[in-house]
């Protein structure tokens, strides 16, 4: 039973859109209507920070390999550091041209770069 001056008994009301100060009136929110256009809108960060995220592990499995001079572990450890970017790459590489893809079979707009 839940009482009368209790937290669940008070009813809440979330702002509209225009009530929210602060907001300019072409803020890129404003234009999403549905789950399609935020993930769109996402994409267009996700690869991109993929691809950073993907050079630098590239990077940090080349110098693991420098620092390993004889010990075999640790080449092997910088090899598949190595390697793992190297399919981390082809992961993205592929993931890009699928939406590339989608785009053109569905025609709509997936990944807007600002042109």
Do not use: C, H
Not at 29 to 50: E, M
Not at 69 to 92: M, P, Q, S, Y
């Amino acid at each position: 039973m839940i009482k009368k001056g209790s937290l669940l008994a008070q009813t809440v009301s979330l702002p509209d859109y225009s009530d929210i100060t602060g907001i300019e009136s072409n803020a890129p929110i404003r234009g999403w209507t549905n789950i399609g256009q935020i993930v769109s809108s996402a994409l267009t960060y996700v690869f991109p920070i993929a691809g950073i995220l993907v050079f630098i592990y590239l990077i940090y499995g080349g110098i693991n390999l420098m620092i390993a001079i004889g010990n075999e572990e640790g080449i092997r450890e910088g090899k598949a550091k190595i390697t793992n970017a190297l399919i981390g790459f082809v992961i993205i590489f592929v993931a890009y041209w699928i939406v590339q893809a989608l785009e053109i079979v569905l025609g709509v707009t997936l990944l807007d770069w600002g042109t």
